[in-house]
């Protein structure tokens, strides 16, 4: 257990009757914005219509005042406070959200970065240009009152300024700054990605992981860990040694965090493995959505409550929050309260591992340190062993979640099971032209929008008919390694498939979103526990992804055709060499 932890609150909760038994320790330690009678009482009177309203908002006294004053509003209610009195509390001692971050231009922002210029299609072009004009109002920094008053906030202050995801994101999360970086390098603006990496290195040496975002309400869950790869882009475009020399130590420091908190193992045949999965063993509903959670929880006996707390925040562990992925599908399919998430081992998470250790040796080598080299080389060897013991699926050609309760593989499709494509985590690249079939045996290539996130509707947002802009970079930049000219036409016809529907909703609402619907044409995404959010950070990384790869070829209509008469022949010839895809 990391010694950031503070397991004191314990005994203060014990005393509390919130329906569940205490076991575990609290998602952190602030009484104000993680767990306690106040934000239990404000929660469930549900003053504002999303939960994460009240947890950003700042307090307008010190917490100590505050924590005073409810006990004796409390107390003088018999511990029963009219919704109007808690109302009139809450706007006396705290501020409206918000208020902790000002909007910031980045400064190595600039006019026309050659990305804009390569791509061929006039209306692709504009589009692209307004993508890289939204950096400019997705660019924050902290307030210097909250970095003299942190204590004031739930937000954890950094010192750089970063760029947000948008909507109700108004800080910044981790595995979304990972394609907004990438977004950013395109965009010619390598200051900005690095002040991002050390407000992130900053988290590592201040609490030993990364947390799910920059709230005290997260500290103690993660995300999909893409620190070590953020760090490879950046290095990658700036050959930046002095920094890479610095840091190093906290890149490895992330990784033993998830070594030792992460990891599960799990005996097959006549071995054990060492994999990880997605695990956060603290108790109490998740504070930016307490009360849903909460609710949830009353339908099941008392002491499977603190289980089920568990469960939910490590779904949000895996970004996946939520999915019928981490569903009991036998029991109740396509139900939260069945929600296991540590229960799965899954394929992503550990693709994303052992290209951090892949990476982590270059970066060792480049540094002279052969010995740590050699120590992640040895990683990764044992972590892809396991893959192909647990996980791979010859036939089918594919990976798949390894269930621990089943002791099998979970044969579901998501864009997740061709991750080790993505993140180089392979031997023999014929594995590609195998996932290809794999997508086409299930039926993936003919939903024409986008990569579905899971063929199961099931009302959460991580699953039909919602896509996702980051599973689409995974299939489509893991198709893209094979050398085999199909298998790369059809990466481009993902790509020309989603650039589509992200340019067709822009030019009918302005806005990029943070998911598609891909049932109906596309359209703005929608399920899940809150509205769908504009923006998008990581949306706009991937699209301009996308149009650096292909910007010669991706057209902004279907029938784009070219009216040269020579060149609409040589179309037609290509498009009939193309005749295996769905229309
Ligand atoms: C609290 O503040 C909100 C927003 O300013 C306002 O709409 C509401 O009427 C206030 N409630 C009370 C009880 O003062
Ligand atoms: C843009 O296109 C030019 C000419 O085709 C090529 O040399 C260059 O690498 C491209 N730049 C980018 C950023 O893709
Ligand atoms: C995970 O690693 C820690 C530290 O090395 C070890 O104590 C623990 O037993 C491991 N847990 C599992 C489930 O393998
Ligand atoms: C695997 O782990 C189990 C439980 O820790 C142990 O009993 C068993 O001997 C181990 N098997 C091997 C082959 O190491
Ligand atoms: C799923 O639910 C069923 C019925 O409640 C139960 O029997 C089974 O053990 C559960 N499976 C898992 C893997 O939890």
């Not at 219509?49 to 908002?57: G, I, Q, R, T």
């Not at 395109?186 to 992130?200: A, D, I, R």
């Not at 199961?456 to 689409?472: F, H, M, V, Y």
């Not at 199909?486 to 822009?506: E, G, K, M, P, S």
């Amino acid at each position: 257990m990391p010694a950031n932890i503070v397991v004191l609150p314990l005994l203060l909760l014990l005393e509390l009757d919130l329906g569940s038994s205490q076991v575990l320790p609290p998602p952190c330690d602030s009484e104000i914005y993680c767990y306690g009678p106040l934000l239990h009482a404000v929660q469930m009177a549900k003053l504002y219509k999303d939960d994460k309203e009240f947890v950003d908002m700042g307090m307008s006294l010190p917490p100590e005042n505050i924590l005073k004053n409810f006990k004796d509003l409390s107390q003088a209610h018999n511990n029963n406070i009219p919704r109007d009195k808690l109302e009139a509390f809450v706007n006396a001692s705290f501020r409206a959200k918000g208020q902790e971050l000002e909007v910031w231009t980045p400064e190595d922002w600039k006019e026309s970065p050659q990305v804009l210029k390569n791509i061929s299609d006039p209306q692709l072009r504009t589009w692209a240009e307004r993508l890289h004009q939204l950096w400019k109002k997705l660019g924050r920094k902290v307030k210097a009152e909250v970095i003299s008053q942190p204590q004031l906030y739930s937000l954890i202050p950094s010192t750089h300024p970063f760029i947000v995801p948008g909507g109700r994101f108004l800080e910044f999360y981790y595995w979304d700054s990972y394609w907004i970086m990438e977004g950013l390098l395109l965009s010619e603006m390598p200051q900005t990605v690095k002040g991002m990496l050390q407000n992130f290195l900053d988290l590592v040496q201040l609490l030993g992981h990364i947390p799910n975002g920059a709230r005290v309400y997260y500290k103690q869950r993660s995300q999909p860990p893409l620190l070590t790869l953020m760090m490879n882009s950046y290095f990658s475009y700036t050959k930046d040694l002095p920094f890479l020399r610095d840091n190093i130590e906290k890149l490895a420091m992330e990784l033993n965090f998830w070594a030792n908190n992460r990891n599960i193992s799990v005996s097959a045949g006549n071995k054990n493995y060492t994999l990880n999965h997605y695990f956060v063993p603290y108790g109490q509903p998740r504070p930016e959505s307490y009360s849903k959670d909460f609710e949830l929880a009353t339908t099941l006996q008392e002491g499977e409550r603190e289980t089920l707390y568990t469960e939910l925040k490590a779904g949000a562990e895996s970004g996946w929050d939520f999915s019928s992925r981490w569903f009991n599908g036998t029991s109740k399919p396509n139900s939260l309260i069945s929600i296991r998430t540590s229960r799965l081992v899954p394929v992503d998470l550990n693709a994303f591992l052992c290209q951090a250790e892949a990476l982590m040796s270059q970066f060792y080598t480049i540094l002279g340190n052969s010995q740590q080299a050699r120590k992640y080389q040895d990683l990764r060897a044992q972590r892809m062993e396991a893959m192909q013991a647990l996980m791979w699926d010859q036939q089918k050609g594919a990976w798949f979640d390894y269930d621990l309760d089943k002791k099998q593989k979970n044969p579901e499709f998501y864009p997740t099971n061709l991750a080790p494509l993505w993140a180089g985590c392979f031997q023999d690249l014929k594995v590609v032209d195998q996932a290809l079939k794999y997508l086409e045996d299930s039926q993936i290539l003919t939903y024409r929008s986008g990569i579905p996130t899971s063929l199961r509707n099931s009302g959460e947002q991580w699953d039909l008919p919602n896509a996702w802009a980051p599973l689409q970079d995974l299939v489509i930049r893991g198709l893209a390694k094979s050398p085999t000219p199909r298998t790369q036409d059809v990466a481009f016809q993902l790509a020309q498939n989603w650039i589509r529907t992200n340019y067709d909703v822009y030019s009918r609402t302005s806005a990029m979103y943070e998911k598609y619907n891909i049932l109906n044409g596309g359209q703005p995404g929608g399920g899940g526990e809150y509205e769908v959010q504009e923006g998008f950070g990581w949306t706009n990384g991937v699209a301009l992804m996308l149009l650096d790869q292909y910007g010669d070829r991706l057209r902004s209509r279907a029938q784009a055709l070219p009216s040269q008469p020579l060149c609409l022949a040589a179309v037609l010839l290509s498009t009939s060499l193309l005749s295996f895809l769905p229309w």
